[in-house]
């Protein structure tokens, strides 16, 4: 299982990395492809957060999983929104407001925040329950390629080299995988803290969902767009469904 975990959360970080490079390389990622993930990922997560992640966190921990849950939503709202002034998820294409070297930096460790806490959830969840963990790395992945871009983007709209941005990403990539890491290293403490652990990252998820992804579809000008977010609701039902029968987990 360890090594089953710690791969997870590689490609997880390789999805990261992918989505500098087209940056980095200059390839051209249509805006309208990175809000389609964007809303499947915001669907599946808010399904993944209110269907399994709050209801496991309240059986693992009792009646303070709330409190852990609550801890997860601030810290990331902390060093997302409170430490960096402008962070939001896909390419960036405002070139004047990160023309601050110091804005890169705050939103580069933001994002490796972030990213940690992506890995660390998709290693726990799968600590408790492979196919929960599955169904985590999916909403994760999901989200990956356009936080990659975010970073790498970012960096070039403040003049770093070119080399420098694609390190971002890769360093990015390095913390979604530490992450994993971390949650390994953590369940060897007690039962207890793993339970902890979980509570406090499906608090990370919710703000992921709800702060992170859902604001940048609400400014999307194609209608179609929101739309998706059902579609990611869906795609989280199908996809519980199927990893089940497929894992022999019966209801």
């Known amino acids: 299982m360890t090594f089953t975990i710690l791969l997870y959360g590689f490609l997880a970080g390789v999805a990261e990395v992918l989505g500098g490079t087209l940056v980095v390389l200059r390839k051209e990622w249509p805006a309208r492809v990175q809000e389609y993930l964007l809303a499947l990922s915001a669907g599946f997560l808010l399904s993944l957060v209110f269907v399994e992640l709050v209801p496991e966190s309240l059986h693992a921990v009792g ?10 939503y601030a810290v990331l709202h902390f060093f997302e929104h409170t430490i960096v002034g402008h962070l939001h998820f896909g390419e960036e294409t405002h070139s004047e407001v990160m023309l601050s070297r110091v804005a890169s930096y705050s939103t580069f460790a933001g994002l490796c925040i972030h990213a940690f806490f992506d890995g660390f959830t998709i290693a726990v969840g799968m600590q408790f329950n492979f196919v929960l963990g599955v169904l985590i790395f999916i909403a994760v992945i999901l989200h990956k390629i356009p936080e ?39 369940s060897g403490v007690s ?39 059902f579609g990611g609701m869906l795609l989280f039902y199908v996809g519980k469904v199927a990893l089940e029968m497929f894992a022999g987990v019966h209801h």
């Not at 999983?65 to 997860?72: S, T, V």
């Not at 960096?155 to 420098?164: D, L």
């Not at 793993?194 to 702060?211: L, Q, R």
């Open 63 to 72: 009646q303070d999983a709330p409190l852990y849950m609550l801890a997860g």
């Open 148 to 186: 990659g871009l975010t970073i790498a983007s970012v960096m070039m709209a403040a003049r770093h080299r070119r080399s420098t941005a694609f390190t971002a990403s890769v360093v990015v990539g390095v913390a979604t995988f530490a992450g994993a890491v971390g949650a390994l290293m953590l």
């Open 191 to 229: 039962e207890k803290m793993v339970g902890v652990a979980f509570a406090f990252s499906a608090g990370v998820a919710t703000y992921v969902g709800a702060s992170d992804l859902i604001p940048e579809i609400n400014h999307a000008k194609n209608r179609i767009i929101p739309l998706l977010v």
